[in-house]
């Protein structure tokens, strides 16, 4: 099925996967609302960056999704939504395990109960990776168990069981769509490939990182924001739990290294224990598997690492963008 002339909400739009997203739904010619963070600056996040021409055809709708009645205004007269809003960084889950609560858990449960009464079409509510912990089996299905590593994670896990509960106790149209790592331009500094590149770029030769042992599956932004429209066409996907994952792994420590060999060959990786997770808390493996989604829709990653990499540097690399990033400060 086609999106065209579907009117979207993207909660979220102002950060990193929604802005990418809010553009590519754009080119779905949909009629799209962005549900920024509500700010006296009167941001937008990244859609400030977007050029004029997109901006123009955006409805901004200003909130927070922990309250109720703004979420509620947001989604009247919306056909889709693609919940994306969620306080991400793991290492802030650990100093305010409370806001993650009332934005992941709260701010989700606001979504269903809006598009419950309003009789919303469809909802797309954002998971993540981080809810399966440490890989017991790989790569990862949908069916793998869930295990709380992080207060963050606890709170996706929390937030995915009640879009689940919603789809089975009021047949509310929701599909839980579970993002792997993703990179890629405009990603913030909590993240580690912005983390070395920033470091790298600004001329810092002793990059500082955690521990470099732990597997990651990595997906470029652009696949990442394809898979939601992929699957948002795809109505048999309605009630599932559904991973975006490129089913393979690289360890943090070879994908720094690549990163230095790329940038500047003279650096050095240095351990840097704030950046270290508790023990019990660091996941260790993360290798999804992508047959789900292939099996229905038709998508696939269309970026190789070594593409998704060059065109993150290259981003990076503009000296506008980079301003924007305190390489010389620990983003938690």
């Known amino acids: 099925m086609s999106l065209k002339g579907k009117t979207v909400l993207v909660t979220g739009a102002d950060g990193f996967i929604g802005s990418h997203l809010t553009e590519m739904l754009l080119k779905e010619d949909c009629t799209v609302k962005a549900f920024v963070l509500y700010n006296s600056f009167n941001s937008w996040g990244w859609l400030d960056s977007l050029p004029t021409h997109k901006k123009d055809k955006l409805t901004i709708f200003s909130g927070d999704v922990r309250d109720p009645n703004g979420v509620r205004t947001a989604m009247q007269g919306v056909d889709y939504v693609f919940h994306l809003a969620a306080l991400i960084a793991i290492p802030y889950s650990y100093h305010s395990p ?27 509510v954002t998971s993540t990776s981080e809810v399966y912990g440490t890989a017991q089996f790989v790569p990862i299905t949908e069916l793998h168990p869930k295990q709380g590593q992080s207060p963050y994670s606890a709170t996706k896990i929390g937030a995915d069981a009640i879009a689940e509960s919603f789809y089975r106790s009021f047949n509310l149209p929701v599909t839980i769509v579970r993002p792997f790592n993703t990179y890629g331009p405009r990603q913030s500094a909590r993240a580690v490939i912005p983390t070395v590149i920033t ?15 732990p597997t990651r599956d990595l997906l470029f932004v652009k696949d990442t924001a394809r898979g939601f429209i992929e699957i948002a066409k795809c109505r048999e996907l309605i009630g599932h739990e559904v991973n975006l994952a490129t089913q393979s792994e690289i360890a943090i420590g070879e994908l720094a290294q690549e990163l230095i060999r790329q940038i ?69």
């Open 199 to 213: 470091q790298l770029l600004k001329g810092v030769e002793e990059i500082k990182l955690g521990d470099l042992t």
């Open 264 to 332: 500047n060959p003279n650096s050095k990786i240095v351990t840097d224990n704030q950046r270290l997770r508790p023990a019990k808390s660091e996941v260790f493996r993360l290798f999804g598997s992508n047959e789900k989604i292939k099996q229905y829709t038709g998508w696939q990653p269309s970026y190789s690492l070594k593409e998704g990499l060059a065109e993150t540097i290259a981003w990076f690399s503009d000296k506008e963008n980079l301003s924007q990033y305190k390489a010389d400060i620990y983003n938690i």
């Open 98 to 124: 409370d806001s993650y609560v009332d934005t992941n858990i709260k701010g989700t449960l606001n979504v269903l109960q809006a598009a419950r009464d309003l009789g919303t079409e469809r909802v797309l």
